[in-house]
């Protein structure tokens, strides 16, 4: 267990704490808290959650003037720390630091005597995880789901420095096992899916803001995706339905929550009476025993209102109507299948752009700002995995492949794509867990990152990598 470290300064002193060369004894059991013990002004922080990276922190100052806390680098750099103020005590929590780094903390408020502090983080446990890069990266840092011993999110910067990480699972927990599902939202949270029984939401200062439970708030079986629209949670779940061929198959569903509310279902088999197609296999063989897992919907991105789906046994990406308050709710605006033209949800487009102009298989149907498509076009093995762009005119039924780039390997089994705003892409091999930048018009990757176990032993399970954006 790592042992908390609490750090606290008065007006003009300052004490290390945290430090990774320090025995963690100062006189007694009990941690440092001199400023706020004694209600002399200062600054007392503590780990919160057993977290090495995430300190909690209150400040005392001498009026109720509004305050400001700052983290301040190594390099010199402040980060302006939100912050909550009750009178002379302000609260915050310190995210997004460095092991085995120093940093200072200020305090700064009109009228009063700036207050300052001075910690360095402990090191990670032995058996924790880095990662290997090559190249620059044209983002600040990146969101996945990794962990040597158990699961966890983690945050890398561009460097493959680990910055941030949280367990999935609350101590005593045995399950969840695996994150198989994750998100970033409109609203500055990280969204998952843990195994089939559980959507979870934090911010990044690791509170729990959500928690959906198979059987207590929902009954079907969640699974790949989840996303936040309008302030609806959605989840990608699925169903048993025996249809009019007599088979059973597994269908699709989108469940919509209000906070824990249900308050509305997205069923594929309102839209479409299965005959045929799909594939038997192992995904659902526990939930739906002797099923066909009929279109295996495995990504979910709003988009102006509406939903992209990717549909994976029927190589078709849809496009539906996610007001659920509108006449038209659930209907398909268009389809897109480069493979069959009578496919089972359709094809709305004719194709072109360089052989072969398709896709198989695919996750992660995204689009970017420009109305271009991002998917992880896995293929068929031996095939190498891509990830590949497309031009969209539905008006004009036409789709271009614009361009796509090799993962280097066949990655059967989920897989992202994700576009930045320079016009680069972002794509994650879970069969490799390797994440791959690449420019338009550039064959190989300008950047990679490949997370390892630095004890050795196997990463879990890797669903997807978000490339994100902060502030130093």
């Not at 808290?33 to 005392?60: F, H, M, V, W």
């Not at 101590?171 to 998952?192: F, H, K």
């Not at 025996?242 to 059973?248: E, F, K, L, S, Y």
Request: proline content about 7%; overall charge negative.
């Amino acid at each position: 267990m790592m042992r908390d470290c609490t750090f606290a300064i008065l007006t003009a002193a300052a004490v290390a704490c945290g430090s990774p060369h320090d025995d963690g004894h100062n006189g007694s059991d009990r941690p440092t808290d001199s400023g706020q013990g004694s209600k002399e002004p200062g600054i007392s922080c503590e780990n919160k959650n057993e977290n090495t990276l995430l300190y909690s922190c209150t400040a005392r100052l001498e009026s109720a003037n509004t305050a400001t806390a700052y983290l301040e680098h190594p390099n010199g750099e402040r980060r302006l720390v939100e912050s909550v103020q009750t009178g002379s005590e302000v609260a915050f929590t310190l995210w997004r630091m460095y092991p085995n780094t120093a940093y200072n903390v200020h305090i700064e408020s009109d009228g009063d005597t700036p207050l300052t502090t001075s910690f360095t983080t402990p090191a990670l446990p032995d058996d924790w995880q880095d990662a290997s890069v090559t190249g620059t990266a044209s983002f600040t840092h990146l969101l996945l789901p990794v962990g040597c011993g158990s699961p966890h999110l983690v945050v890398y910067d561009g460097s493959g420095r680990l910055s941030w990480y949280l367990p999935i699972r609350t101590q005593g927990e045995l399950a969840p096992s695996s994150v198989v599902g994750l998100n970033y939202t409109e609203d500055d949270t990280v969204l998952a899916v843990l195994d089939d029984t559980h959507v979870r939401e934090w911010s990044w200062t690791q509170d729990l803001l959500l928690e959906l439970v198979r059987g207590v708030d929902f009954d079907e079986p969640v699974h790949h995706d989840v996303a936040r629209a309008n302030g609806l949670t959605l989840a990608l779940a699925a169903e048993g339905y025996r249809a009019q061929d007599g088979i059973d198959y597994v269908m699709d569903v989108v469940l919509m929550f209000d906070g824990n509310a249900l308050v509305d279902r997205y069923r594929l088999v309102d839209h479409f009476e299965p005959t045929g197609g799909g594939e038997f296999g192992v995904f659902w063989s526990d939930a739906f025993p002797e099923h066909v897992d009929w279109a295996h919907l495995n990504s979910i991105h709003p988009v102006q209102g509406d939903w992209l789906l990717s549909a994976r046994f029927m190589n078709t990406v849809l496009r539906v109507r996610g007001d659920r308050v509108a006449p038209d709710f659930g209907e398909q605006v268009w389809a897109m299948n480069p493979l069959t033209e009578d496919g089972p949800l359709g094809n709305d487009f004719a194709f072109a752009g360089p052989d072969p102009a398709n896709f198989r298989g695919q996750h992660h149907a995204n689009m970017d700002a420009d109305g271009s498509m991002l998917l992880f076009d896995n293929r068929v093995q031996p095939d190498d995995s891509r990830v590949s762009r497309w031009s969209v005119d539905p008006q004009n039924g036409s789709a271009a492949l614009v361009e796509n780039w090799s993962m280097g390997a066949h990655c059967p089994i989920q897989g992202s794509a994700y576009p930045l705003a320079n016009g680069h892409v972002v794509g994650t091999c879970p069969a490799t867990g390797e994440i791959r930048e690449f420019a338009p018009g550039i064959e190989e990757p300008v950047w990679t990152l490949t997370p390892r176990c630095t004890a050795g032993g196997q990463l879990p399970f890797m669903a997807r990598a978000i490339p994100l954006n902060f502030d130093p």
